[in-house]
């Protein structure tokens, strides 16, 4: 698959930013079970002990905490659909970002600064101050100007990449759920 040029991503920054700054849409739920395992969810579980229930994110460790072990401010990633879209070319590969909640939110630093608590379903996340970058798998499944583009100044501001969150409030996700500031 052909990836997007640089120009072609920057032709995406206005439906990008378009994105409803609150009242914003949960459009896909992605449970990693294992390395480079994706499973689409209609409905799931936020707790404190897995993030998304079913997800192997407490198995994975972090060069960001001092014994290595999983870091509980990034417990769920969280990437805005339209630029995913893009990205992606084709929405059957969405799920190879990465990320376990795909919205349709302005996840910029200006309207989700870090703390920001969201209700998703009966669950609450907030948002944290860990940033979120892309990988090599990243670069890889999307592209190398994908890459540069969402870890640019810009993309960094607009968080295209995307956010890291943990729960405050453990509670069931559905897609479409309505995702509201509080």
Partial sequence: MEHLTHDQLM?????????????????LIVQRPGEDQ???LDEAELNFEEGLAGDSWNQ??????EDGSPHPD?????????????????PGRMPLAGDQLIVDLDLSEENLPAWTRLAIGDAVIEITDQ???GCAKFTQRFGREAHRF???????QLKLRGVNARVVTP????SGD????I
């Avoid at 994975?60 to 905490?65: A, D, E, K, L, Y």
């Avoid at 969402?150 to 960094?156: E, H, I, P």
Wanted: glycine share 10%.
């Fill in 131 to 133: 940033p979120h970058n």
């Fill in 38 to 40: 994706r499973v689409v």
């Fill in 11 to 27: 032709e995406t920054l206005d439906d990008v930013r378009a994105s409803p700054a609150d009242g914003g849409t949960l459009e």
């Fill in 74 to 90: 990034m417990q769920l990633n969280i990437m805005n659909a339209r630029i995913l879209r893009h990205i992606a070319r084709d």
């Fill in 150 to 156: 969402v870890n640019s100044d810009l993309g960094k």
């Fill in 60 to 65: 994975r460790g972090s060069g960001r905490t």
């Fill in 178 to 181: 309505v995702i509201k500031k």
């Fill in 171 to 174: 509670g069931t996700i559905r």
